[in-house]
């Protein structure tokens, strides 16, 4: 079974400073490892994902995160925080032979400061 | 685009009172998942349908079903809704590998 931690349930940043959200997970085969972002009243929007090969992967709005496997990690960043980036960030995790199911984290509310 | 629908966005119902929530998909997808959401928590998995094949959670009410009579949509029946029922419910699909696509959901309260 694999299992999610987000650090941090709520993240405050300034408008253009570094925004860092943590995620590590626990598996015993190799993840498949998913951001998603939720504005309000919304459904999941996929930010990024890794599954194989190069462990820095880029996402949509200017999001990247890297995978270490050594420090089971897969934290979410972006250089400059803009006030649409306010929203709740899902860390998820599956694996080949649970594919479809995902395994989320608590959520990290993100707040943006003008 | 491809994309999963949900409706109606909002319901609104009765304590004790059935309901039933849509969600229909144009993206062809084989896996249909249904999940509640409370407030400031994470998505809680309901059921999913692989296919015909259904597959529910240990933990999901007897109070939930699901119906999907084609691959397009699925339904989720609430029998006797109760005020710990009110929730967001969001529909997800996959091809049963890599990413889950989500409907925007249908915020339920009851009354």
């Known amino acids: 079974a694999q299992s999610v931690t987000q650090l941090g349930s709520h993240v405050s940043v300034s408008e253009g400073a570094l925004v860092l959200l943590r995620c590590n997970y626990s598996?015993?085969?190799?993840?498949?490892l998913f951001w998603y972002v939720q504005y309000p009243n919304q459904g999941l929007q996929l930010l990024l994902k890794?599954?194989?090969?190069?462990?820095l992967v880029k996402g949509i709005n200017g999001f990247e995160a890297e995978f270490k496997k050594s420090e089971t990690s897969f934290h979410l960043t972006k250089p400059s925080a803009h006030m649409s980036d306010a929203a709740e960030y899902f860390c998820?995790?599956?694996?080949?032979?649970?594919?479809?199911?995902?395994?989320f984290g608590s959520g990290t509310q993100l707040t943006v400061l003008p | 685009d491809a994309m999963v629908i949900q409706n109606p966005r909002y319901q609104v119902t009765q304590f004790g009172k059935p309901v039933t929530l849509s969600c229909s998909q144009t993206?062809?997808?084989?896996?249909m998942y249904w999940y509640q959401q409370k407030s400031s928590q994470a998505p809680k998995l309901l059921f999913h349908?692989?296919?015909?094949?259904?597959?529910n959670e240990a933990d999901t009410p007897d109070n939930f079903q699901s119906r999907r009579p084609n691959t397009s949509f699925c339904f989720l029946d609430i029998r006797s809704p109760g005020l710990g029922d009110a929730a967001m419910y969001l529909c997800?699909?996959?091809?049963?590998?890599?990413?889950?696509?989500f409907g925007p959901g249908t915020r339920l309260t009851v009354l």
């Open positions: 998820a995790v599956s694996t080949f032979d649970s594919a479809r199911q995902l395994t």
């Open positions: 349908y692989y296919d015909k094949d259904f597959n």
């Open positions: 997800a699909t996959s091809t049963g590998y890599n990413e889950q696509f």
């Open positions: 598996s015993s085969v190799p993840p498949y």
């Open positions: 993206l062809n997808h084989n896996v």
């Open positions: 890794y599954t194989t090969g190069a462990t």
